[in-house]
Nanobody, 123 residues
Framework: QVQLVESGGGLVQAGGSLRLSCAASGRTLSSYLMGWFRQAPGKEREFVAAISWSTGSTYYADSVKGRFTISRDNAKNTGYLQMNSLKPEDTAVYYC????????????????WGQGTQVTVSS
């Protein structure tokens, strides 16, 4: 089992920044990717970004490229999502995800999940 705990969400004005953290524990050695997904009210959960724990390779959704940066600290088993130039359409619950199936990096239907953290961007 893997446990994930997110933190860092909150309310911010458009154009502002937030940094999300995801602390992983448990059988993290079996995990290959750490990712972030988000779900807005009435919408399906969607992929935001992911990073390989071992190589540091990153993946981003087109909607966040150039604004969001994913990173990880292997010594702390913690991943981060730095979100800059936030827009109202970024408002959602953000979920941390980890999985050991790279082919499913953007799939919202695999891996382990955290409880989510709310991000609200006001206009």
């Amino acid at each position: 089992q893997v446990q994930l705990v997110e933190s860092g969400g909150g309310l911010v004005q458009a154009g502002g920044s937030l940094r999300l953290s995801c602390a992983a524990s448990g059988r993290t050695l079996s995990s290959y990717l750490m990712g972030w997904f988000r779900q807005a009210p009435g919408k399906e959960r969607e992929f935001v970004a992911a990073i390989s724990w071992s190589t540091g390779s990153t993946y981003y959704a087109d909607s966040v490229k150039g604004r969001f940066t994913i990173s990880r600290d292997n010594a702390k088993n913690t991943g981060y999502l730095q979100m800059n130039s936030l827009k109202p359409e970024d408002t959602a619950v953000y979920y941390c995800n980890t999985k050991n199936t790279p082919a499913l990096v953007t799939s919202p239907k695999s891996g382990y999940w955290g409880q989510g953290t709310q991000v609200t961007v006001s206009s």
